[in-house]
């Protein structure tokens, strides 16, 4: 049996399987389908404290003790942050970082507090810091272009004084970057290092915090 089709036909009948087949090579690369589900371990560098002096703020001076800070994410446990996901929220895998986000935190906290003009100490404190870490998170939601790598890390502080006195402190910093690539451990990276920096310049700027450390 001979088969004829029409010219114009034809032409119609590539031009359809050229765009499906663009179609799906886009697809493929919002889904990630073409390296397939794979976690990715995010190690980022020990955090450091920028601060940036004003005019008229004395440093504070005084004895403080970090108790460890705790985990009260509900979402996520240990160095788990979130999925890398592709379109329709697929999870691709998840995200680890690494030091652990109570650790990052914890240094975090030495370092702002010590920028203030604290020194950290073990035992006779003048002040006491109990953190708890309420969110720590990275998200990545796709179109057919981009990828949004969002990130949010929640912070709660109650600090006490030696004679039972306290003063509650939260802080939350948001951070995002989009990329038209497929989210890689330098950008979720980036990203959580934004976030730590935004809460460190938070607490370091909370001028109600600074005139608590020093009203001894």
């Not at 493929?28 to 703020?57: F, I, W």
């Not at 404190?125 to 109990?130: I, T």
């Not at 709660?156 to 939350?172: C, K, N, S």
Request: proline share 4%; hydrophobic share 40%.
């Amino acid at each position: 049996m001979k088969i004829c089709m029409e010219p114009g036909n034809l032409a119609i009948r590539v031009r359809a399987a050229l765009a499906w087949g663009c179609a799906l090579l886009v697809l493929g690369s919002v889904t990630g389908c073409a390296t397939g589900p794979e976690n990715v371990h995010v190690h980022l560098a020990p955090y450091a404290s920028q601060p940036a002096r004003h005019e008229g703020m004395a440093p504070t001076a005084g004895l403080v003790r970090i108790d460890r800070v705790r985990d009260a994410r509900h979402d996520e446990v240990g160095g788990l942050v979130g999925d890398r996901t592709g379109l329709g929220g697929m999870s691709m895998g998840k995200i680890e970082v690494l030091p652990e986000p109570t650790a990052m935190v914890a240094t975090l906290l030495q370092a702002e507090l010590t920028a203030m003009g604290l020194k950290v100490v073990e035992s006779d404190e003048q002040f006491r810091v109990d953190a708890r870490l309420l969110r720590f998170r990275i998200s990545t939601p796709a179109t057919a272009l981009y990828w949004d790598i969002n990130g949010v890390i929640e912070l709660e502080l109650d600090v006490q004084t030696a004679g039972g006195t306290g003063h509650m402190a939260r802080y939350t910093a948001n951070c995002t970057e989009r990329t038209y690539a497929w989210p890689s451990e330098e950008i979720i990276g980036r990203v959580v290092s934004a976030c730590l920096k935004e809460g460190g310049r938070q607490l370091r700027g909370d001028a109600r915090l600074s005139e608590f450390l020093s009203a001894r």
